[in-house]
């Protein structure tokens, strides 16, 4: 019977196993692979206490981290995807205990359990997108942006998480212009207003990417306008069309909002399940970055133990 089960091999993930085995809490850390979504970045530039990373190195260096803590305090299973949570609050004897089943037939059984599984960046699907990613397209404004100061970029996705990156890049970029697949932006009014004032930002409705182009690298993207095929030159492609969060083994278990992010109390990461605690991209928070989901799992993991040493 392990104190925690963390799913998860993330920045939010690798931050819980170090700390648990700071605290030697008997811990198994479950993850299929280290690193989260940052693995695919060129440089990452964010990583608080390093100047600039790559994005496979930061996955080396977060499993590093957490395999030199583990000890015998945490127990990690890479290789494995999790399946499902099952709660044993059924069985009178272990109320609020739970199981871990993953993929391959193995299961883990845990007092409390900490879901940081982050989640998948919604892929852009027109020809050259695939072809061209990490190579001027790109879904981490966070990771990559600071990479096109000076250049004419382009961010896919009217919605607030759309406005909050060309803000960004609007800090470094030569110009930005937004493309929204509705004839209404999706974002708050207020942030749509306050963005489209910017002298370098242009916005454009009812625009459909039919291709992205290039040669080495991006060199633009067409898109139709009111049915008129049209073509934009831009040397960066910001795609923020939506998260598909990594929970589905949850489902159930735990509520939900309607992306299927998992609802989590701010002040300590709990779920609304009992011994359940969430961190990073699989919360309903309302910013997800490598260093939020550090810090989310970092406040979960203070909240387990003082939870675990009232159980005691």
Not at 28 to 48: H, R, Y
Not at 53 to 61: F, H, P, T, V, Y
Not at 174 to 186: C, F, H, I, M, P
Request: hydrophobic share 40%; charged share 25%.
């Amino acid at each position: 019977m392990y104190d925690i089960a963390i799913i998860g091999g993330g920045p939010a993930g690798c931050a819980a196993g170090v700390y648990a085995a700071r605290k030697l809490l008997k811990t198994i850390l479950i993850t299929d692979t280290f690193g989260g979504q940052s693995i695919v970045s060129a440089e990452v530039q964010n990583w608080i206490g390093t100047e600039k990373i790559s994005g496979e190195q930061l996955a080396k260096d977060l499993e590093a981290h957490a395999r030199a803590y583990a000890g015998d305090v945490v127990d990690i299973a890479k290789g494995e995807w999790v399946e499902k949570i099952i709660p044993k609050e059924d069985l009178s004897a272990q109320a609020g205990f739970f199981t871990v089943a993953t993929k391959s037939g193995k299961t883990f059984d845990a007092k409390t359990v900490l879901i940081a599984t982050g989640g998948q960046r919604r892929k852009l699907e027109v020809p050259g997108a695939a072809l061209f990613d990490q190579k001027g397209l790109t879904y981490c404004a966070s990771c990559d942006g600071p990479l096109f100061g000076g250049a004419d970029v382009a961010v896919i996705g009217g919605g607030n998480a759309g406005f909050e990156t060309a803000a960004q890049l609007l800090a470094y970029a030569k110009s930005v212009t937004l493309l929204q697949r509705g004839k209404e932006y999706a974002a708050d009014p207020v942030t749509t207003a306050s963005v489209l004032a910017h002298p370098s930002m242009r916005g454009i409705l009812d625009a459909e990417i039919t291709e992205v182009f290039g040669d080495k690298f991006v060199k633009g993207l067409r898109y139709t306008e009111g049915g008129k095929e049209k073509t934009l030159d831009v040397t960066g492609i910001f795609v923020e069309i939506g998260l598909i969060p990594s929970t589905a083994f949850a489902e159930g278990v735990v509520e939900m909002d309607k992306f299927k992010r998992i609802i989590t109390d701010p002040k300590d990461q709990r779920a609304s399940r009992e011994g359940i605690w969430v961190a990073g991209d699989c919360t309903d928070g309302l910013y997800h970055q490598n260093n939020i989901a550090a810090g989310d799992a970092v406040r979960a993991l203070e909240d387990m133990f003082m939870y675990l040493s009232k159980k005691a």
